[in-house]
């Protein structure tokens, strides 16, 4: 079992910056492969990025370019670097986990692919 807490979100300006992260507890993160979606007000939840279990990331196109997730081994954390925000990037933002499962990387895109999820961080971008 793998226990996930978020952090980092806030309240920020058009064209700001904001570093999630996602404290994994329970295994190593590099056990699995970790993923960030994110759900805005009405909507659906979707895929913002992904990091597969040989450490190859993946990214939504709404945020190639701008986000960056990436992990640290000592703090067995998962980040999300996210710049240039957008009034658009508004969300609740949850961090996700699986078991490795050799799949290509569109199979971490859905978020029924993921078993474990974390409690979500809000994020806001003003215009």
């Known amino acids: 079992q793998v226990q996930l807490v978020e952090s980092g979100g806030g309240l920020v300006q058009a064209g700001g910056s904001l570093r999630l992260s996602c404290a994994v507890s329970g295994r190593t993160f590099s056990s699995y492969e970790m993923g960030w979606l994110r759900q805005a007000p009405g909507k659906e939840r979707e895929f913002v990025a992904a990091r597969n279990w040989n450490g190859i990331t993946y990214y939504a196109d709404s945020v190639k370019g701008r986000f960056t997730i990436s992990g640290d081994n000592a703090k067995n954390t998962v980040h999300l670097q996210m710049n240039s925000l957008k009034p658009e990037d508004t969300a609740v933002y949850y961090c996700?986990?699986?078991?490795?499962?050799?799949?290509?990387?569109?199979?971490?895109?859905?978020?029924?692919?993921?078993?474990?999820w974390g409690q979500g961080t809000q994020v806001t971008v003003s215009s």
């Open positions: 996700a986990a699986r078991a490795p499962s050799g799949g290509l990387g569109y199979s971490l895109r859905p978020p029924r692919a993921y078993d474990y």
